[in-house]
C-alpha cells in the first residue's frame, strides 16, 4: 500500500470570510487551490445539495506530501449543525498559538494541548512546539467511534490501512509513517454526524479503485457512490469510490494519477478566494430575505 497516501479532510463552512481569516491568519496555511461552481458536485464533495458552491484547498504545503483541508461553502447556508463525530486536527505549531494569542483569538486548554476552535466549531488541537519546516505540521485526524473493534477490522483489514497503534480507547491508522494519520477513539455510544459531516480523502492507484470498491461490496459494507469518472472543466479526468465505514465516516479514493496533475498548486488561488468573497452577495441578498439558511 505505499503508494496509497492521506490527502485531505473536507469541512462545511458557512462564514466563508471569517473562516479564511482563521485559516490563514491564525493557523497560518496557504490557500493551495480555489474553484467555484455552478451546481452541485456528482461525488456529493459538498454535501446533498445542488446549489452554487465553492472549493477552497488550504495547508502548510502542496497535497502531494502534506495533509490538507477541502473548505466546502454552499452558497445561502450560514450554519451547519455539528454532530459528535469528528473530534479534531492536531497540528504541530507554536507559531499559531502566538498569532492566536496576538488576535485576541480564544485559545482552550484541553491537558497538554491548545485547542482552537474554527468558526462553525470545528476544533484543532495545537502542540506547543515550533512548526516543522522539513515536514508536514498536520499530524493526525481524529474521528469518533462507537465500536472501536469494528472500526479496526474495517481501516485496517478491509480499507488495508496501517494500524500503528492500539489502546484501550483508541486506534491509529495510516499509509506510511511519514503521512498525517487518522485515530478512530470509542466514544462509548452513537456517533452523530448531524449536518456538518466531513469526509476523509485518499490517494490510491487508479487500477486499484475497483478493487476497493469490491472488497466493500463482498463484506457489505456501504458504497456512498460507486466507482465514477469525474470530469473538472480544462483539468484532469479524475476516478474515485467513495465508501462509509461502520459509524457512516465517509471516505473518498482518489485514483491518484489524475489527481496528482488537479492537485497542483494554483499561485493565482488566493487572489481567486478574495474575488470570490468580494462578489459574494448573498449575505446582502439574504438579509432582505430573512437571513441565511441553517443546515
Excluded at 477541502?70 to 497540528?91: A, P, Q, R
Excluded at 470509542?186 to 470498491?213: C, N, S, W
Excluded at 471516505?251 to 481567486?272: M, N, R
Aim: net charge negative; with cysteine.
Amino acid at each position: 500500500m505505499a503508494s496509497r497516501r492521506a490527502l485531505h479532510f473536507v469541512y462545511k463552512i458557512g462564514d466563508r470570510e471569517a473562516t479564511a481569516k482563521f485559516y490563514r491568519e491564525i493557523l497560518g496555511m496557504k490557500v493551495l487551490r480555489h474553484e467555484e461552481f455552478e451546481k452541485g458536485c456528482e461525488a456529493t464533495c459538498n454535501g446533498p445539495y445542488d446549489g452554487k458552491w465553492s472549493k477552497t484547498m488550504i495547508g502548510y504545503g502542496p497535497e502531494d506530501n502534506h495533509f490538507v483541508c477541502e473548505l466546502t461553502y454552499n452558497y445561502g447556508i450560514s450554519h451547519y449543525e455539528m454532530g459528535n463525530d469528528f473530534l479534531g486536527m492536531y497540528i504541530e505549531s507554536s507559531e499559531a498559538l502566538e498569532r492566536a494569542k496576538a488576535s485576541d483569538w480564544p485559545v482552550k486548554q484541553d491537558g497538554e494541548h491548545s485547542v482552537l476552535e474554527a468558526p462553525g466549531g470545528y476544533k484543532f488541537f495545537i502542540i506547543n512546539k515550533p512548526q516543522p519546516g522539513d515536514r508536514d505540521p498536520v499530524q493526525q485526524v481524529v474521528l469518533a467511534s462507537s465500536n472501536l473493534e469494528k472500526s479496526i477490522k474495517y481501516w485496517r483489514d478491509l480499507a488495508g490501512l496501517t494500524m500503528y497503534k492500539k489502546t484501550d480507547k483508541a486506534a491509529t491508522f495510516g499509509y506510511a509513517n511519514t503521512q498525517a494519520k487518522v485515530i478512530l477513539q470509542d466514544i462509548g455510544g452513537p456517533v452523530d454526524h448531524a449536518k456538518a459531516f466531513g469526509r476523509v480523502a485518499f490517494a490510491a492507484p487508479g487500477d486499484e479503485l475497483l478493487g476497493i470498491e469490491k472488497t466493500m461490496k463482498k463484506a457489505n459494507q456501504t458504497i456512498v457512490k460507486p466507482f465514477i469518472s469525474l470530469e473538472t472543466p480544462g483539468k484532469a479526468m479524475v476516478e474515485v469510490v467513495i465508501l462509509a465505514d461502520p459509524d457512516d465516516h465517509e471516505i473518498c479514493f482518489v485514483g491518484v494519477e489524475g489527481f496528482t496533475e488537479l492537485s497542483q498548486v494554483d499561485p493565482k488561488a488566493d487572489d481567486l478566494l478574495n474575488e470570490a468573497m468580494e462578489k459574494d452577495k448573498s449575505d446582502e441578498w439574504f438579509a432582505k430575505k430573512g437571513g441565511k439558511a441553517l443546515a
